[in-house]
């Protein structure tokens, strides 16, 4: 079996100390012979109404009976009522289809009706998928508005940096220590701070020189040195903001005009580091290069009133901006927290050339929406105002001092982004109750008191023993809490795995999506091309809808492309072909050859035990096959796929 699963149909088997993912690789292939499931159950809109209304009574805001409790996804299952997959062995199924009055649920009122229960049922076969941060239970915890800068607590031995100092509170309740993050080597910390910062892998020599480098400021002249490399910042940084600005190079609506890029404004903008209040000002009053997330798509045909381009706007503003999740209220009152259709369709006035007549359920209601702000205490909009000056009014009250949502949303994502987990987890339910208030509020006041410096704060967060701590994992669906230990093990993104395969192998591509400035003899990177099929099977979106978090977990179509896909196998082969035509590589006996390959790709020289298995692959002479197959193997590893 794993001899068919080696990269090529024909190749001989790989070495299990080269390969680690090889079983990776089989388990999906197996799950990808299963039939494929129904269309998703759509638990905000389908599910929690029902839960609600029919069990919501018993098993919520305080009531459990029977030990039941449906607050949450992990409360539920940690009671046993649903097992995610397995309805037949569910309980919750078993009651509420019973015939029998003394055991089915609910006791009160009529039973659920055959559709009902299939709905429950599909929903618990596919998952029991839940809307991140959604609760049943009582609330709280309410966020607050204003900004709040709490006192930090002096320094002291492993509490030196702000960042760790934020964190005493929760340490201590927690029962954590700073002996409890323990700090990262340094060759492991030289490659997640370019990865995390520039989205690169250091060189050889950059390690070698950091590794030899006894000044005890050397970690901190190392981030400056990543940050003040303002292009590959931005070419880094560039695919965090199209993923949540919604900016493609290619696709719907560019064609006909319905649709236009933020590329060029946004592309400067991260060269300058603008300061954040200032390029959100732009962004909601917006010249001609920056209208284009404002104006949202013009779609063809009709559309569900939801999805007009006021309503896209007032989602997307909210989303992106202050983590609000307003999609359902726009159809109605949200099902899941506390925003109405009136504040929905009234942010969406704000960008309407029209009257906007309020729709429920994409059925109109007679009445007009008030243009207004989300958080009416900050200000108001002047409805009579033409759209240019209702547009410059609401950037006026999103950026305003008292605004303390707008800078929290962003210290928020650029924490979940270095860390793998949210402070507000879910990144995009900012009403949700933070892991630490005091890290949150600290690091959003100081972001405001620094300028709006987005750089300010990726090395602020870059410097704590936090961020410098060995790597943990974390199960989402262990059922147990999470519990802050320091970052988590992340996955490349689509982009930072192939520009380390293109910088190994020599195989950038030479066009760019867009003009992006002088680049001179640097090698091109994966954020500046339009997606191949690798990139999107690797996570990166279409950018049709708003994303401010990618999968994580290997899917199957990943495995798949990895294993044996055409895009990589062809980009081995060519990078194979190009070094072994390099003068430098190609005189180095074959040791030489696999030590280049583990010092460019790793970050460090292969054991013993690896040169010789290598060595195999390579051959000696060396063959373009065998290179080729030594590279898969490499990259393949979650040493080279995982940033620890």
Same mark, same amino acid.
């Given at each position: 079996?794993?001899?068919? $699963? ?32 129904? +269309? ?107 900004? *709040? ?31 409890? *993050? ?62 949540? $600005? ?21 592309? #400067? ?71 109405? $259709? ?74 979940? #982004? ?121 996570? *990166? ?62 970050? #460090? ?19 373009? +096959? ?19």
């Amino acid at each position: 079996m794993l001899k068919k $699963l080696t990269r090529g149909s024909q190749r001989s088997l790989c070495p299990p100390c080269l390969c680690g993912c090889i079983l990776a690789v089989a388990v999906a292939l197996i799950v990808a012979a299963k039939p494929q499931a129904a +269309e998703p159950v759509d638990f905000a809109h389908e599910i929690a109404p029902l839960l609600k209304d029919r069990c919501g009574a018993c098993h919520t805001r305080g009531r459990h009976e029977g030990g039941i409790s449906f607050n949450t996804r992990e409360e539920l299952l940690q009671t046993g009522a649903a097992v995610p997959g397995k309805s037949g062995k569910s309980p919750l199924i078993e009651r509420v289809s019973s015939d029998d009055p003394d055991l089915r649920m609910p006791p009160q009122g009529e039973p659920l009706t055959a559709e009902q229960i299939a709905l429950l049922t599909q929903w618990i076969d596919q998952g029991a998928n839940w809307t991140e941060g959604f609760s049943f239970a009582e609330k709280s915890y309410v966020a607050g508005l204003a900004p *709040r800068r709490p006192e930090l607590p002096a320094a002291e031995p492993g509490r030196e940096r702000p960042v760790d100092r934020a964190l005493k509170s929760y340490d201590e309740k927690h029962g954590l220590t700073p002996a409890d *993050r323990p700090l990262v080597e340094d060759h492991v910390f030289i490659r997640r701070v370019s990865l995390d910062l520039l989205g690169l892998l250091p060189t050889p020599e950059e390690v070698d020189a950091f590794l030899a480098d006894t000044d005890p400021a050397k970690r901190e002249k190392l981030i400056d040195r990543l940050l003040a490399d303002d292009r590959a910042y931005a070419e880094h940084w560039l695919s965090f903001w199209n993923d949540l $600005l919604r900016n493609a190079y290619t696709g719907t609506g560019f064609i006909d005009g319905g649709r236009t890029r933020i590329t060029d404004w946004l592309f #400067r903008s991260l060269m300058a580091n603008k300061p954040y209040d200032q390029f959100v000002r732009e962004l909601l009053s917006p010249t001609p290069e920056s209208a284009g997330f404002v104006n949202g798509f013009k779609w063809r045909g009709n559309v569900n009133a939801s999805q007009s381009r006021p309503l896209q706007f007032s989602q997307n503003v909210s989303q992106v901006m202050l983590g609000i999740n307003m999609k359902c209220a726009s159809c109605h009152d949200s099902f899941i927290d506390d925003w109405t $259709l009136k504040d929905a369709w009234g942010l969406a006035a704000i960008a309407s050339d029209d009257p906007l007549e309020i729709h429920r359920c994409d059925k109109p209601t007679g009445k007009v929406a008030t243009p207004g702000f989300v958080f009416p205490e900050l200000g108001t909009i002047d409805p009579s105002a033409p759209r240019d000056q209702r547009l410059k009014q609401l950037a006026g009250l999103m950026t305003a001092p008292e605004n303390g949502r707008l800078s929290r949303t962003m210290v928020n994502r650029l924490w979940q #982004r270095m860390m793998g987990w949210g402070i507000t987890h879910p990144v995009d339910v900012m009403g949700g109750e933070p892991f630490s208030a005091d890290l949150l509020d600290y690091l959003a006041s100081d972001f405001a008191e620094h300028g709006y410096d987005l750089k300010h704060t990726l090395k602020r967060i870059a410097m704590s023993r936090a961020y410098q701590a060995q790597a943990v994992a974390y199960g989402v669906d262990s059922g147990k809490p999470f519990v802050f230990r320091g970052p988590l093990i992340k996955r490349m993104t689509a982009e930072q795995f192939l520009d380390a395969v293109w910088r190994v192998t020599g195989t950038a591509p030479s066009k760019p999506a867009a003009n992006f400035g002088n680049r001179g003899d640097e090698p091109l990177r994966a954020s500046l091309v339009t997606a191949d099929l690798l990139q999107r099977s690797l996570g *990166r979106p279409n950018r049709e809808q708003v994303v401010s978090t990618r999968p994580t977990e290997l899917s199957t179509l990943q495995a798949l492309d990895l294993s044996n896909g055409e895009i990589l196998a062809t980009t081995l082969s060519r990078g194979a072909g190009h070094l072994l035509r390099d003068a430098s590589f190609a005189g180095q006996d074959v040791a030489g050859k696999v030590a280049w390959v583990y010092r460019h790709a790793l970050g #460090r020289a292969p054991t013993a035990e690896e040169t010789e298995v290598a060595a195999g692959l390579v051959g000696e002479p060396a063959t373009q +096959e065998g290179l080729a197959d030594l590279l898969w193997a490499v990259f393949m590893l979650p040493e080279f796929q995982m940033i620890h």
